[in-house]
């Protein structure tokens, strides 16, 4: 599927993979949405691709469907990248016996797979009224896990668990879709260099980079977003969940 001309959303786009994804798409020629919460990096980044900001809560159905409406506007919606999360680290039960706080398990699971669904349930009523394009293709969704998703650490219960919905609802997800030629796959990226591992001492930084099977080093945000750009463009790539992670699998801790 040819990108140049079309809308994209891109969640999360203001910094980060989000970032990257939007700046590339951009260069390919697509007229990009990013959707945040980060107003001022929101709005330089948009007005450096030549897109548009819209503030967005993705748990919010008012809120995206303000971008859903302002992608439309700009092109024929076919594209939709979910980069919004957020993290969480603690045990189900800490060294004291608390227990995990259960507010905090349900917002990361709230923003990061009831988020995603909600922006890509949003999205694909949108492109699914677009002209069909060559086979019947309409667009392409691409969605974010990790590989905690699968390799789960100490600590990590709400994070795993919402990247785990998320690989899992990828293929029914696409299913539903596949009879409005709506495409749906999902990155699962290992350890990138992003703002959150940036606060991180170096030499953390560099234990890290060791712990990849190879290269030995943290993966960068614009090989996520070549990543995204080649499950939208590939039209035969549907229902699938690709591991970006240099081979890594997480120890427990």
């Known amino acids: 599927m040819q990108i140049e001309g079309v809308s994209a959303i891109v969640t999360g786009g203001a910094s980060g993979l989000g970032e990257a994804t939007s700046r590339l798409f951009a260069a390919e020629g697509a007229r990009v949405v990013i959707v945040d919460l980060q107003d001022e990096r929101g709005s330089a980044v948009a007005s450096e691709v030549g897109g548009v900001y819209v503030r967005a809560d993705v748990t ?29 680290a603690a045990r189900t039960i800490d060294r004291e016996g608390t227990p995990h706080d259960l507010a905090q398990f349900t917002k990361v699971v709230s923003v990061n797979l009831i988020g995603s669904f909600n922006c890509l349930r949003l999205a694909a009523s949108a492109i699914s009224a677009t002209e069909p394009l060559e086979h019947g293709e309409r667009g392409a969704i691409v969605n974010t896990a990790s590989v905690a998703a699968f390799d789960g650490q100490i ?9 785990g919905g998320v690989v899992g609802m990828t293929l029914p997800i696409a299913r539903d879709l596949a009879a409005t030629g709506v495409r749906v796959n ?13 606060t991180l001492p170096e030499p953390a930084r560099q234990a890290l980079a060791q712990s990849v099977l190879f290269p030995k080093r943290l993966a960068q945000p614009p090989e996520y977003a070549r990543t995204a750009l080649f499950l939208v463009a590939n039209s035969y790539m549907n229902g699938e969940t690709i591991r970006m992670d240099g081979g890594i699998r997480l120890p427990p801790k």
């Open 186 to 198: 999902t990155i699962a990226p290992g350890l990138v260099e992003t703002p959150l591992l940036g």
């Open 155 to 163: 600590g990590q219960a709400a994070y795993s668990a919402s990247k």
């Open 60 to 88: 919010d159905p008012d809120q995206f469907s303000d971008a859903v409406r302002a992608a439309s506007d700009m092109g024929p919606l076919r594209v939709l990248v979910n980069c919004a999360g957020i993290g969480w």
